[in-house]
């Protein structure tokens, strides 16, 4: 039976509210006011970037949080949640769900994607998400024993389809081949869109820039604009 928390997503939408150093809202201040809003909102749940901003929106919102920790390792292309030391990290801040790169790329510590995944469930109880880029790794995720599968990472990686679009084909080959929920997340800019991630077979839906990144809803209403025949 699935877990109350993944329930309580189930055709709902996932806010995720992230910044990085360099963006106009980075720090937990910013993170935490988007996060009260996407509850004020409804949204089921809330996606969040490093120990400090899921420390900081857990003690703002009673929503479910999915916990991840961006870093970079030189020569690495594996960045979300990509070792040990960012699970405990994140786990440790009061994650609900622990989202990791399950991509089939190396990683920094040279453990397999599989290993990690062992190590953290012989430590801990915690919801595991992984971030995907193909159907494959999708299947593999499953197969490794994750809670649940995130479209996250289609389009981020040099041999997945480089779309502008959600990757709706995706989620449709995913939600039909394995039994865990498959979240449609990645570049969703409109409700109709959202909803047709969920049409498709979506658990849920997570959306990021188009609701926590001002400067990318700026730039798409100056694009509309510029269609305009004097601009
Ligand atoms: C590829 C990658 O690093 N994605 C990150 C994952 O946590 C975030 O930067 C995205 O904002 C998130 O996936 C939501 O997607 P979008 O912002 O397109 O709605």
């Known amino acids: 039976m699935a877990h109350s ?10 806010v995720s509210c992230q910044a990085l150093e360099g963006e106009p809202f980075f720090g937990s201040e ?7 809003s996407a509850e004020m909102g409804d949204a089921v749940g809330i996606r969040a970037n490093t120990p400090q901003d899921i420390a900081a929106i857990k003690r703002v919102t009673k929503l ?6 961006k870093r970079e390792y030189a020569g690495f292309g594996v960045y979300i949640t990509p070792t040990l030391e960012e699970v ?12 990791m790169d399950a991509t089939k790329r190396d990683r920094p510590d040279g453990l397999s994607l599989s290993e990690i995944v062992k190590e953290i469930r012989r430590k801990h ?14 299947l593999m995720a499953e197969q490794l024993g ?14 997945s389809p480089q779309g502008q679009e959600p990757d709706f084909q995706l989620i449709a080959d995913l939600s039909s081949r394995v039994r865990i929920p498959v979240l449609g997340e990645g570049r969703i800019h409109s409700p109709e869109q959202a909803l047709y991630c969920l049409q498709e077979g979506a658990y849920a839906v997570v959306i990021g820039g188009a609701i926590t990144r001002p400067q990318e809803i700026v730039k798409k209403y100056v694009d509309a604009l510029s269609h305009f025949p004097y601009n």
């Open 64 to 69: 479910p949080l999915i916990g991840l920790w």
């Open 30 to 36: 910013f993170m935490t006011r988007f996060a009260i």
């Open 88 to 99: 405990e990290g994140v786990i440790a801040a009061g994650a609900d769900i622990v989202a």
């Open 5 to 14: 928390i993944i329930e309580s997503f189930k055709g709902g939408l996932i």
């Open 146 to 159: 994750f809670d649940l599968i995130s479209t996250t990472l289609s389009g981020y990686t040099p041999y």
């Open 125 to 138: 109880q915690v919801l595991l998400m992984a971030d995907i880029s193909t159907l494959e790794e999708g």
